[in-house]
């Protein structure tokens, strides 16, 4: 078992999984859970130890995930997206902003999130249609963007821009207090993921020092693969949160199967239950494989690496669609009356098809990958 998973695993099991339906049922954000899992040392883990962290690797955005997912979806995207934008920082960041961030998650437990989808380009995240006005000491950014993790809640944002006008790419982490910066929270109300309150951020003549462009240098930071080393750990961390999402829906069907009795048996002795179950586990089983396999391809760098997230990812979010899926079956009226966490699963499961990139982006990007085309 995986030292990162393990320890997540235990946190996960104490802290997350007595709050999950309470999430779900209010649309609250975990606010108490997640600033405990700063203060547990989740939110610095990528920080090379030099700097106070802990020099995890990518298994760690993997492992962390997949455990936090089994408790609650919902905490496991939001923690997902901190080390998205921080690993954005890490890799891109100037030294003055690194060592700045990195003393405000190390010292002080602050966390980030990201802000890059725009109504007007769904998933396509870096065609930004805001507008950016550079001045000698600050930058004033006009725009919106649409569906924001942990809005409203997270310390730091990291947004995307249109290149400048050099025609370089750059990025912007936004402190929450920034002037013209606001959020629309009322707005939010998810079919699932319900406590990550995905609402959109308003930035209107928002004034923000210079010092927090992020210029992307992809030949300065050793980029291996035609994506940054950001979407990585976004596919990474989804294939984490949704392969542990498929566990936690195999274990509440086979608790539901095995507690539900008829005169002279249960539901699981029912052939056809038998069958669910087991395509439940199998789907659970390859999504862990997959990402287990993917993780270790990243770490050595093989030149598969990228279509190998790609795939755990494609392959987790599917994967627990399908076992929600049949856990509706196994429930019947219970689960359709929201009596467990079947249903709040299933709901949970449908948002992994949306998220950047999406399913069938991904699925593009694989097949253009594998026959040898450029995958942008």
Known sequence: MNKYYRRAKEFSDQYIVPIASKIDEEGVFPRETMDLIGEKGFFKLIIPEEFGGEGANIDAQAYVSQAFGEGSPTVGLCYTMHNVALKFILTFGNDEL?????????ENNKMLSLARSEFGTGVHVFKSESSVQTFDDYSIINGAKSMITSANYADYYLISVPNDENNRPVNWLVPYDTEGLTFKENEWNGLGMRGNISCPMIMEDMKI????AVYIDRVKANQKYPVNIDVIYFMTGLAGVYSGMTKTILEAAVEHATSRH????????????????ANIYSGMMSARASLDFAVESLINEEPEGLINIMTARIIASENSIEAATLAMRIGGGKAYNKQGPIEMLLRDSFASQVMFPSIDVLKTWVGRGISDQPIL
């Open 262 to 277: 008829y005169p002279d048996k249960t539901l699981a002795n029912i052939e056809t239950v038998q069958i669910h179950l």
């Open 98 to 106: 690194k060592e700045f961030i990195i003393k405000e998650v190390v």
């Open 209 to 212: 020092d210079n010092k927090y």
